[in-house]
């Protein structure tokens, strides 16, 4: 493609995409390309059934199927593996041990109960339909309601009841705000169950090196750091006496080790030990087991003497679903190493509906304390949270209610708050991490705000105006603690959205829509996030959790003059290769073809915990791959300087060129720079000069904001809901590619437009999931998303890093506008609207048009 | 009735990007995974293998086909086009090269599909209005972009077809 040369430098413009010269001609390579010779293919074997025991399973017929090479049944893979040990716990929380295959109990319709291995996937699923499962039901709990009923069964024995949390975090003195109050005004609100819906499903290729056993696993995962090590503890199964034995004078195994983790460890000593050990205690409290597994699973790792790699290509989304490491992925791994031979697994698309991911699916009661002038003071919420059948892995349902818990307040002025929160075990597809995995914190409040404003008799914009904070109150702190510096400047963007709206044009259209038996409505919605946040956003959160803030990038120039940037994150849409490649050659002095990315191979790049997730390639990705490039490109000046006879101060580079500022004629290039430092090294090739740096994330940072306005026309014969415009103003600091950031923000819209009129992974009353195709879980399309404007601001932050977060936001306000604006729309038909999913049957419900469903 | 064990292969030849391509499929075979594994065209992608997500569309006589729901057996007699066959050598087809200038996709996943049908809506109609293009790629899903630079890059390409690019 066309060489795109360096101007004013390429951060801040709209570069091409050097992704799409593969993506579009068809040459990308996603993990179902993947083809590695004579590898077998691998499908599951689900319980039909949403609460059972298994009590017997009978395979003969599907091992004596031609092409089948081997069936594992749960027990099988139990006998092979570790159990996935509790991650991130909290205080108070109880999070269930479970396996990567379930043996005696299934828990959710589409629970892996047995693993056919063929030669074809054809072959694999013809082989899964011969295996024979006889269950005893068990009553299934379809929704948190019936979970919490005393007769209900307990999906997890440990746990009290089917509740997982039961937490209280209160801020301030609630009682007597809420006491001194003119009023208190209380809603209950309703979340439907969504999926995230990678348009790639899930898969994995695991190869078995034929001489080493050395695993290489080409996964599409977001974290491919943590799927190594959770594939090496996983399925690396000792005894104490085994492994004890093992590592008997095995020193340099304890070395391999620390220098994979270690590095990183070492780096973040102090974020382990802050670390809150309450979680600890009251999971051991409950459950025991831990103790039992753990020894022989540390034992396991430290005496391998070869941990996997793993390796990310093209990936096809994510949104949060591919963060969690795979059950299947785990018993993939488990059987291509009992095997021996290497194994393909990708997951259909009911399968992904049935278990690659649920979410959102959450219930608030909430109640805030205001007077009668319109002054906020006190907030109680209750949150409910559906955790499904089993926790995320590593993050499960435990992060959404700690977000929530701190970004509840939002950007407004409140005297106390308090938020109980629980967490809920229900026989469905496990609740994980979905773009802004808090975001219900802001649909609930933004909605409720509206209510309040409504009964006061103030106008929404009215109510946020006389209440949110804003420049004149910073440096501040949220009720919950985290300092608000002027990147928070959410109210900046609802003033900046006020500017932009015509509202003559609103009027016409409410009026002409009048005319014509529908109904117009303008919703609002402000919110701001930790994109990354200030360090002690992380303090709020949990102690230690900073450890999510953290990560490393590291940078070569090969003796040849070759730049090389490598990033832990792990690409799926976000354009990394683009956007670093961006950042990287305007601190290198280069053109951006030359500089080359390199992602996703755990042999190269550094540990991260999180991989990509969290809105943070930008900041955090982006912040460690420009201090590692300013860095590496000391070293290269300094060399430079020596060969020039010059001051390094004085050196400068500009197109490539390295020479002294003024005196571009007498340059050189990186490779005769690098060249002469590697015959001085006696380097023939490979890094001559090399830098690790860390975006440390403890003094940098700030918010991501923003002011969503969507105004809906409202069709009363049909409940059909058009969107004739939809506004974002967003403030994500200076931007890297404008096009890029666009369309992070439209896509994230797009979700909220599915989530609140299109999507709902619904379950019936004996919990079968009844939107198991694209024919019931409706992903909108291109006629149902329309155009969405957006504007920026871009404020800058204080530290040395001023790059924010956005992949998140447009997901976080969406929902919020939309359900405000139907609710204005529909507000003189006596319409209140208390759930976020909005299909036409409730939006004629809503309108009067036809008698709610029992 | 006869029956045909599972497992059974049979040779067919499909004409595909102008060429020949003799590959061994079941009958129960589809086009897509007969493309994919027989053929080695792995640029046509599987979301959905039920008809409804469209990143599976190939051409088929130059009109836009699920691969997912045909049958190989069935594709012999036709011709098939799929994203490998769009580009000139190292020259992009104008519809890949519109959807680089508009930076149209993000994971990319769908974008086989998309190019296929905005080929095929371009073919048919060098002068589509926006709710020609959105309403000629509803049957195709995109979980990233919004559809919005889709359709942008899909107007593009009509311009640069037209000669104004």
Same mark, same amino acid.
């Given at each position: 493609m066309a060489v795109q040369t360096s101007g004013l430098g390429f951060v801040g413009q709209s570069v091409k995409r050097v992704e799409d010269e593969r993506l579009l001609i068809g040459a990308g390579r996603y993990v179902a390309d993947v083809r590695p010779e004579g590898g077998l293919h691998a499908a599951f074997v689900r319980s039909p059934i949403a609460h059972g025991r298994i009590v017997s399973i009978d395979t003969s017929e599907a091992e004596a199927l031609d092409g089948v090479v081997a069936v594992f049944t749960g027990a099988d893979i139990v006998e092979r593996t570790n159990p996935f040990v509790p991650m991130l716990m909290l205080p108070g929380m109880y999070t269930p041990l479970f396996w990567a295959m379930s043996d005696e109990r299934v828990r959710h319709v589409g629970d892996p109960v047995a693993l056919v291995v063929a030669e074809s996937r054809a072959l694999a699923e013809d082989g899964a339909e011969l295996v024979v499962v006889d269950y005893d039901d068990?009553?299934?709990?379809?929704?948190?309601?019936?979970a919490m009923q005393s007769h209900t069964p307990q999906l997890w024995e440990k746990a009290n009841g089917n509740v997982l949390l039961e937490a209280v975090d209160t801020y301030g003195e609630v009682d007597q705000v809420f006491a001194r109050a003119d009023r208190v005004i209380t809603e209950t609100f309703r979340c439907q169950r969504q999926a995230n819906q990678p348009m790639e499903t899930r898969g994995t290729v695991v190869e078995v090196d034929a001489d080493t056993g050395h695993l290489t696993i080409t996964s599409a995962t977001q974290a491919p750091h943590f799927l190594k090590w959770a594939a090496a503890a996983l399925t690396t199964k000792q005894t104490a006496r085994e492994s004890g034995q093992a590592l008997r004078g095995m020193r340099e195994r304890l070395d391999a080790f620390r220098s994979g983790a270690g590095s990183f460890f070492g780096d973040n000593q102090?974020?382990?030990?802050?670390?809150?050990?309450?979680?600890?205690?009251?999971?051991?409290?409950?459950?025991?087991?831990?103790?039992?597994?753990?020894?022989?699973?540390?034992?396991?790792?430290?005496?391998?003497?070869?941990?996997?790699?793993?390796?990310?290509?093209?990936? +096809? +989304?994510?949104?949060?679903?591919? +963060?969690?490491?795979p059950r299947e992925e785990i018993a993939v791994v488990a059987a291509a190493k009992a095997l021996g031979r290497t194994i393909q697994w990708i997951e259909d698309r009911v399968e992904n509906l049935l278990d690659g991911g649920q979410a959102r699916e959450e219930e608030f009661t909430i109640s805030m304390a205001v007077d009668d002038d319109g002054t906020l003071r006190g907030m109680r919420v209750e949150a409910d949270i559906d955790h499904g059948a089993y926790p995320g892995f590593p993050v499960g349902a435990g992060i959404t209610k700690?977000?929530?818990?701190?970004?509840f307040p939002g950007m407004y002025r409140w005297e106390a708050y308090e938020m109980r929160s629980r967490i809920i075990a229900t026989n469905k597809g496990k609740h994980i991490p979905y773009r802004g995995p808090w975001a219900n914190e802001t649909w609930v409040r933004e909605r409720?705000?509206?209510?309040?404003?409504?009964?006061?008799?103030?106008?929404?914009?009215?109510?946020?105006?006389?209440?949110?904070?804003?420049?004149?109150?910073?440096?501040?702190?949220?009720?919950?603690?985290?300092?608000? %510096?002027?990147?928070?400047?959410?109210?900046?963007?609802?003033?900046?959205?006020?500017?932009?709206?015509?509202?003559?044009?609103?009027?016409?259209?409410?009026?002409?829509? %009048?005319?014509?038996?529908?109904k117009l409505g303008v919703g609002i919605a402000c919110y701001h996030e930790a994109a990354p946040g200030p360090p002690d956003f992380f303090e709020a959160l949990s102690p230690g959790s900073d450890l999510f803030a953290q990560e490393e990038a590291k940078a070569t120039v090969d003796a040849d003059g070759t730049i090389t940037v490598f990033t832990s994150q792990s690409p799926h849409g976000q354009s990394h290769e683009t956007t670093y490649a961006q950042v990287a050659a305007d601190e290198f002095g280069v053109d951006i073809g030359d500089i080359r990315v390199v992602w996703g191979n755990t042999d190269t790049t550094r540990f991260s915990f999180l991989g990509t997730g969290g809105s943070r390639g930008g900041p955090i990705g982006g912040g460690a791959i420009r201090k590692t490039s300013r860095s590496l490109r000391e070293q290269v000046v300094s060399q430079a300087a020596t060969m020039l006879e010059a001051d390094p101060a004085d050196v400068t580079i500009t197109g490539g060129v390295i020479h002294v500022a003024g005196v571009p004629s007498r340059g050189l290039?990186?490779?005769?720079?690098?060249?002469?430092?590697?015959? %001085?090294?006696?380097?023939?090739?490979?890094?001559?000069?090399?830098?690790?740096?860390?975006?440390?994330?403890?003094?940098?940072?700030?918010?991501?904001?923003?002011?969503?306005?969507?105004?809906?026309d409202v069709d009363l014969a049909t409940g059909q809901v058009a969107i004739p415009r939809y506004l974002v103003v967003e403030d994500c600091g200076p931007i890297i590619n404008p096009a890029i950031v666009d369309g992070q923000v439209r896509g994230g819209v797009a979700q909220g437009i599915g989530a609140v009129f299109?999507?709902?992974?619904?379950?019936?009353?004996?919990?079968?999931?009844?939107?198991?195709?694209?024919?019931?879980?409706?992903?909108?399309?291109?006629?149902?998303?329309?155009?969405i404007e957006i504007d920026h601001l871009e404020t800058l932050t204080p530290g040395e890093n001023d790059f924010r977060g956005v992949g998140e936001g447009g997901m976080i306000g969406s929902p919020a506008a939309l359900t405000n604006a139907v609710e204005d729309a529909l507000a003189s038909l006596g319409a209140e609207v208390r759930d976020q999913y909005l299909p036409p049957s409730k939006i004629l419900e809503l309108a009067g048009v036809i008698e709610p469903e029992e | 009735m006869t029956t045909v064990p599972i497992g059974t292969e049979t040779e067919v030849t499909l004409r595909v990007n102008g060429e020949p391509r003799t590959i061994s499929v079941e009958a129960r075979t589809d086009l897509a995974d007969a493309l994919r594994e027989g053929a080695g065209l792995t640029g046509t992608h599987l979301g959905c293998e039920h008809g409804v997500c469209g990143a599976?569309?190939?051409?088929?006589? +130059?009109?836009?086909?699920?691969?997912?729901?045909?049958?190989?057996?069935?594709?012999?007699?036709?011709?098939?086009?799929?994203?490998?066959?769009?580009?000139?050598g190292d020259e992009m087809h104008p519809v890949q090269r519109a959807m680089y200038e508009a930076m149209s996709f993000q994971c990319a996943f769908c974008s086989p599909g998309f190019m296929m049908s905005a080929v095929a809506l371009l073919d048919r109609e060098p002068n589509p209005t926006v709710e020609q293009i959105r309403e000629e790629l509803s049957g195709n899903l995109c979980r990233c972009t919004g559809y919005e630079s889709i359709v942008r890059g899909v107007e593009r390409a009509a311009a640069i077809l037209r000669g104004e690019g």
């Open positions: 068990l009553p299934a709990v379809p929704d948190m309601a019936t102090e974020s382990l030990q802050s670390q809150d050990n309450r979680g600890m205690v009251s999971q051991l409290r409950r459950d025991r087991s831990l103790l039992k597994h753990l020894p022989g699973m540390a034992l396991g790792v430290l005496s391998s003497e070869d941990f996997p790699t793993v390796v990310c290509q093209d990936i +096809g +989304g994510g949104f949060g679903s591919k +963060g969690s490491t700690s977000m929530q818990k701190v970004y409720m705000l509206d209510v309040v404003a409504r009964e006061l008799g103030m106008t929404p914009v009215e109510l946020r105006q006389q209440n949110m904070m804003g420049a004149e109150d910073f440096p501040t702190r949220m009720v919950t603690g985290p300092t608000l %510096d002027e990147t928070a400047s959410t109210r900046a963007t609802l003033v900046r959205a006020l500017e932009l709206l015509d509202h003559d044009q609103i009027a016409q259209w409410r009026a002409e829509a %009048d005319a014509a038996g529908r290039s990186y490779a005769e720079v690098a060249g002469a430092a590697a015959a %001085d090294q006696g380097i023939e090739d490979g890094a001559v000069f090399e830098a690790v740096e860390s975006y440390a994330g403890k003094g940098d940072g700030g918010w991501s904001c923003a002011t969503h306005v969507a105004v809906v299109y999507e709902h992974a619904a379950y019936d009353g004996d919990g079968n999931m009844i939107a198991t195709t694209y024919l019931d879980y409706l992903v909108p399309t291109s006629t149902e998303i329309p155009h | 599976c569309t190939v051409l088929v006589d +130059g009109e836009p086909a699920r691969s997912c729901l045909m049958l190989a057996v069935s594709a012999t007699t036709h011709e098939i086009t799929t994203i490998e066959g769009l580009a000139d």
